[in-house]
């Protein structure tokens, strides 16, 4: 191919370098030219163009990403048209992306004209995510560059998708004297969201007291489960710990103990009849990413972990800090892994609406369902919170009935007519065992259960003390994250105000993360829910009875 600039009339054949715009429109880049075209790119006035001559053998760009791509298709993969010089591969089911490294790294030292991304090894995906491309640099390439690639994807696939596999799993969990119960709620919870990628669920959850008689007994009643996760109330730091001891006395074997992830260094791998077990390391109580998750996927998806597979993960191993560890590699107290702060959510839902003109904005509807029922499943769908509590005040017996079914706690707020205050103060007693307590608005329609996880990561990565608060560029909104050592400044609270007094006296403490518009919108007037995609509900609007005439949103629900 060559690549420069030639006379318009000289143009014919060529592929157009950079898009131009001529009196019928645009010429997009990349165009072979035709002698239609370039007379109109003469009369638009251009005189020269920069161009692509090929040469004989030559692909253009969309040809040879094409090709290549057809040839990266296999079982569980998608590969779209090429466009632009790109073709992008798409998982056609949930499951482990396993590349080839070295198949890639072939490829890619074909021709720097031709390149292959791909997500890295052992990624999650889902259904239709994208999990390679190949883009052609240039706007033609060499056929032959383009046959020596697809040579060696003949000789075995670049990458496949191991998709996963239902399993029916066993949970158990040992209990030492003074071991939570919300703890271990909390780990079955945390466990079975961990299991819904792949559509496995839990046949049975034993509960025993942390002894290897006990444990192996509870071990020996799982023969209906294909695989087992232990979660001991103490880790795993010795081949003849609890844990491991009671496989053995369970008739199976213990392939591996520990691991060069952290978090995630004390998990144990091992077998009993053909069935894997997960001894867990105390960080797998926490939704967060860790090690754990590293080897239970593989186990869903039908890819083999051994000792040694196990022992190749240090690379990449180093993950984010745990929510126990603020400042755990620098120095600082020893804290284990199982100190996992928690966070519950506080829905602040006993207000007045005294904007609303006498309805209550909190049962307006948002397709088809009230607003507080939509802002409590929000919450309810956050992967990181351990509770959700709403409290409730005016018109308590209509919010309560909007919630019905919904697994939250109601708090009421006896002097909720008093303000803001009220209702926080309530909310924060309520949930005095936590560490820190999302305080939600509930008139707030954007939220999504992705903005609450980004918020409870912040709060837990700068451990216990944090205080967090959502932005909407740049600008300090809601909702907000406080530790419950904040509680004496809580209470001291009085009116209608909240908590924006104690976060602009801890701005040490303070992490912003901007959620964008979400954080922004609340709905206190009529208006402002018919802008928003709702229509009111209540007594009066405008000083008229609106129980039969509702307002109209925008899309006409």
Known sequence: MRFGEVSTSEAEGTLLAH???????????????????????????????????????????????????????????????????????????????????????????????????????????????????????????????????????????????????PRKVALIQTELTGTRRKMLDKTRRVTEARLVPSQSHLVTELRCPHEDTALSAALRQTEDADLVLVFGASAVIDAADVIPAAVRLAGGTVDHLGMPVDPGN?????????????????????PKENGFDWVL?????????????????????????????????????????????????????????????????????????????RTVETALASRNADCVRVVVGHMRADIVAALD??????????????????????????????????????????????????????????GKGAVVAACDRGERRNPVILSTGFMPAIEALTGDVGAARIIAAHPDALVEVDIGPAASLDVDTPDAVESAGGRVVGEWYSGRSIRSARVSSPRGD
């Open 19 to 165: 898009s131009k715009s001529v009196e019928s429109g645009k010429i997009a880049k990349g165009t072979r030219l035709s002698g239609g075209d370039v007379a109109a790119l003469a009369a638009a006035g251009f005189q020269t163009l920069v161009v692509a001559r090929l040469d004989p053998g030559d692909l253009t760009e969309d040809e040879a990403a094409a090709r290549i791509g057809a040839a990266l298709g296999g079982s569980h993969l998608v590969v779209a048209d090429a466009a632009t010089g790109r073709v992008n591969v798409h998982a056609g089911a949930s499951g482990l992306f396993v590349p080839d490294r070295l198949a890639i790294d072939r490829i890619n030292a074909v021709d720097p004209a031709i390149t292959l991304a791909t997500l890295s090894e052992f990624e999650p995906v889902t259904d239709g995510r994208m999990v390679a491309t190949v883009k052609i640099i240039p706007l033609a390439v060499s056929g032959a560059s383009v046959e020596r690639v697809l040579e060696i994807l003949a000789e075995g696939p670049a990458f496949r998708l191991a998709p996963f596999r």
């Open 266 to 286: 004390l998990l144990l791998l091992g077998h009993i009849g053909g069935r894997p077990v997960l001894g867990a390391p105390g960080c797998a109580r926490s």
């Open 297 to 373: 996927n593989r186990l869903l998806a039908d890819v083999a972990v051994s000792g040694e597979d196990i022992r190749r993960m240090g690379v990449g191993g180093l993950l984010m800090e745990i929510a126990s560890r603020p400042q755990p590699r620098e120095g600082g107290r020893e804290v284990s892994e199982d100190d996992d702060p928690s966070v519950d959510i506080v829905v602040l839902a006993a207000g007045l609406s005294r904007r609303m003109g006498g309805a209550n904005k909190l049962l307006a509807e948002f397709d088809g369902k009230p607003l507080i029922r």
């Open 405 to 462: 079914g919904l697994d939250v706690e109601i708090v009421g707020s006896p002097n909720f007519a008093d303000g803001l205050s009220a209702s926080l103060k309530a909310g924060f007693i309520a949930s005095k065992e936590a560490d820190g307590v999302l305080v939600m608005l509930a008139d707030q329609p954007l939220l999504a259960p992705r903005d609450l996880d980004r918020l409870i990561a912040a709060f837990t990565g700068r």
